[in-house]
């Protein structure tokens, strides 16, 4: 529920450009590539072993060219000229703490007009709310604004979407 949540508040069209951090086994970037037609995602994780379940669980769009991997931490990665549109991030706890280095990062590879999203799925309800309120702080001292924060309900009200550019 949480992907299938979390895809359908970062909309990604056709075209766009991505890029996850933190992707794990690669359900998302599955999910994505469903439905890109020129578009690509670049997805990275620092561990190693979730990379190579990523690139197993995604042979079709890596040999099609519409997805990318990487094993690597984002404060390592090299990104040269390449811009994304959307940028994205589930349950990766570091942009509620402390990111001011990644935040940075992200800003200089966002193309105009693009954006970041931060989905998160606390343990409890209960942390929600402050969850919701660090980051969207943490976002504004990094230099992004207008944070846009939607909260889950019903089934899904410990999922937590925010948006900034």
Known sequence: MRIGWALESIAPKPSDRLLEIGCGQGVAVA???EGLTSGTILAID???TMI???RRRNQDPEREGKATFAAMALADMTFGSQRFDKVFAINVNLFWRDAA???AIVRTV???RGRLHLI???PTVAQVERIAKETAVR???GGF???VVRKGTGTAARLIHISAA
Do not use: D, G, M, T
């Open 31 to 33: 999910a994505v590539c």
């Open 46 to 48: 620092r561990s190693a």
């Open 52 to 54: 190579a379940a990523a």
């Open 101 to 103: 280095r990644e935040l």
């Open 110 to 112: 966002l193309a105009p």
């Open 120 to 122: 998160f799925e606390p």
């Open 139 to 141: 976002l504004e001292v």
């Open 145 to 147: 604004s207008n944070a």
